[in-house]
């Protein structure tokens, strides 16, 4: 069950909402609307679910506020599941049962699948973090290993190119990975070169600035805190608007497999 995020009482105005669900093809959900859902194993945490199997994603995206005393002792993930994590706002302690590491903003962790995570908010303040899992697909001579690190330590590429889209690879080109993890920045006024079509599904988080976003041909308004879904195959771009900050995301890129039949 969930209940309402970001508002208490009645508003001003009308009921309305931004939100755009076409389950199996694409979905925007805005920061305004966000529910709390209970989550076994996650103690004083404001856990929302932006993905999952029934908007029709092969993974599962959250995005968590943990607040004093936040954790996850019983451990995130499961037997064939590989795990994510990413430290938006806050600091976060993170272990993987044998070692543990302090992240702070932009850090990351990746385990490799059967590897259960174990959270918790390392200061009184309220943490923010975006948290991801996913069925490992296994190949046959190569695996996948723990990653631990932070974006603002890597250097970025130009996108295609493009001086003004930088992109930002958190995860290593290897092909033990079945997946990774981007940050693409976008300076204001810049876009994606064209409007791409792809195999690949994505789930995500917008960190910063303001944009129009091209889901199937639709174009809609997105901003810091909208999540994003993009199923296989759906046309996707993007426009950086306004006069302030880059619009930046981060998300997911299912990868390095051969489709099954």
Same mark, same amino acid.
């Given at each position: 069950?969930g209940y #309402?995020?970001? @508002?208490t =009482?009645?508003r001003?105005?009308?009921?309305e909402?931004?939100a755009?669900?076409?389950r199996h %093809?694409y979905?925007?959900?805005?920061?305004?609307?966000l529910?709390?859902?209970?989550? &076994?194993?996650?103690? @004083?945490c404001?856990?929302?679910?932006?993905? $999952?199997?029934k908007?029709?994603a $092969?993974?599962?995206?959250y995005?968590i506020s943990m607040k004093?005393g936040g954790?996850?002792v019983?451990?995130? =993930?499961?037997?064939?599941? /590989?795990t994510?994590v990413?430290?938006?706002a806050? #600091?976060l302690?993170? $272990?993987?049962?044998?070692?543990s590491y302090e992240?702070?903003?932009?850090?990351?962790v990746y385990? &490799?699948a =059967?590897?259960?995570?174990?959270?918790e @908010?390392?200061?009184?303040?309220?943490? /923010?973090i975006f948290?991801y #899992?996913?069925?490992?697909?296994?190949?046959?001579g190569h695996k996948a290993?723990k990653v631990v690190g932070?974006s603002?330590d890597?250097v970025?590429?130009e +996108?295609?190119?493009m001086?003004d889209v930088l992109?930002?690879?958190?995860?290593?080109a290897?092909i033990?990975?079945?997946?990774n993890?981007?940050i693409l $920045?976008f300076?204001?006024?810049?876009?994606h070169g064209?409007? /791409?079509t792809?195999?690949?599904?994505?789930?995500?988080?917008i960190?910063?600035?303001q944009?129009?976003? %091209?889901l199937d041909? %639709?174009?809609?308004?997105?901003?810091?805190?909208? +999540?994003?879904?993009?199923?296989a195959?759906?046309?996707?771009?993007?426009?950086?608007?306004?006069?302030g900050?880059?619009l930046c +995301?981060?998300?997911s890129?299912?990868?390095?497999?051969?489709?099954?039949?």
């Open positions: 069950m #309402k995020n970001n @508002n =009482g009645y001003a105005g009308l009921l909402s931004r755009v669900i076409k %093809n979905a925007l959900l805005p920061h305004d609307g529910v709390k859902n209970v989550v &076994p194993g996650f103690e @004083n404001e856990v929302t679910i932006l993905a $999952s199997q908007l029709g $092969s993974f599962v995206d995005i004093a954790k996850n019983q451990g995130f =993930g499961a037997e064939g599941v /590989e994510f990413y430290v938006v806050g #600091k302690k993170v $272990s993987d049962g044998t070692e992240l702070e903003i932009g850090g990351y385990l &490799p =059967g590897v259960l995570m174990h959270l @908010n390392n200061q009184e303040a309220v943490t /923010e948290l #899992k996913k069925r490992y697909e296994p190949l046959e290993h932070n603002n890597l970025p590429i +996108y295609e190119g001086k992109l930002w690879d958190l995860l290593p290897d033990g990975f079945d997946m993890f981007h $920045s300076e204001p006024g810049a876009s064209y409007i /791409e792809h195999v690949q599904e994505h789930g995500a988080y960190l910063s600035g944009g129009m976003y %091209n041909n %639709n174009w809609m308004p997105v901003e810091k805190g909208d +999540y994003i879904f993009m199923g195959y759906v046309p996707q771009a993007a426009y950086a608007v306004g006069r900050e880059p +995301y981060l998300y890129k299912d990868c390095n497999r051969d489709p099954k039949i």
